[in-house]
């Protein structure tokens, strides 16, 4: 099953107006004519327009790094799909492990968010991923799981067009530690399990799934080439265009 890469950029807390108006152009030129794999870019809220503008007549799709479940309301501190709507993007991130690690996120709350922006149709990436401490006690594959079910609760079939999963272990993002090949291939291979167990073969095969950690000009081809990579998220590397456009282009 042929799936279309996805490679996202996540510039968390970083970018001003001008730094990320200059990033997102900058981009925008390296994808121009790439038409066989997607690229997207989540940059702060407070830029997202800007971003939005600059990547205009590209295909570049444009992702908030977080977003409510209510159209509006009381909800201070929150924005709704509707305004990342408003705002030119297409899409949300939801459950990054920052959220989960600093501001205590649960998969509840995870869950709202992420139905909430299926509903008024955002594309989601749900992002999950275990922790040193996990890994090492030997719970990778329940923490993963109970991730996917609690994070997709509710969600049917049909509604799994607009998910993409990322896998983020932990312990690799940020940290220059990247998970082998073998290790992310392996886990990449037991969520397209689990998805199949949850919705059937059809909708496993047809989700993509991509890896995040670390991901870098070095790392990103031999990443791509596993058979259930479907692409990756980045940080760090997806604040300099030339590593990102590396990362892209990968071969
Ligand atoms: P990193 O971040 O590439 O800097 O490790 C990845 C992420 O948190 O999405």
């Excluded at 107006?17 to 121009?32: D, H, P, Q």
């Excluded at 007549?57 to 501190?77: D, F, L, P």
């Excluded at 993007?89 to 690690?101: F, L």
């Excluded at 329940?142 to 509604?159: S, T, W």
């Amino acid at each position: 099953m042929k799936r279309r890469p996805l490679i996202a950029g996540n510039w968390k807390m970083h970018t001003t107006t001008v730094e990320a108006r200059e990033l997102a152009t900058a981009i925008a030129v390296i994808c121009a004519g790439l038409d066989d794999r997607d690229v997207l870019l989540s940059p702060p809220y407070t830029v997202l327009r800007d971003v939005a503008e600059c990547v205009s007549r590209t295909g570049i799709i444009v992702a908030a790094q977080n977003v409510c479940w209510e159209e509006k309301g009381a909800y201070t501190g929150e924005i709704s799909p509707i305004m990342v709507r408003a705002a030119g993007g297409s899409a949300a991130i939801v459950g990054h492990s920052e959220r989960r690690q600093i501001f205590l996120e649960t998969d509840e709350l995870v869950n709202r968010r992420l139905t909430g922006a299926l509903a008024s149709g955002l594309m989601v990436i749900l992002c999950i991923g275990e922790t040193l401490a996990e890994r090492e006690g030997g719970d990778t594959f329940a923490v993963l799981e109970r991730q996917v079910r609690k994070g997709l609760a509710g969600i049917g079939g049909e509604a799994m067009v607009g998910v993409v999963i990322a896998y983020e272990p932990v312990w690799a993002i940020g940290t220059g530690k990247t998970a082998s090949k073998e290790q992310a291939q392996e886990v990449h291979a037991f969520i397209r399990s689990l998805l199949a167990a949850i919705y059937g073969k059809n909708i496993a095969d047809q989700t993509r799934i991509l890896y995040g950690g670390s991901v870098k000009p070095a790392n990103i081809d031999e990443l791509m080439a596993q058979p259930d990579i479907d692409g990756a998220l980045v940080g760090g590397a997806a604040l300099d265009a030339q590593s990102f456009g590396r990362i892209i282009t990968f071969r």
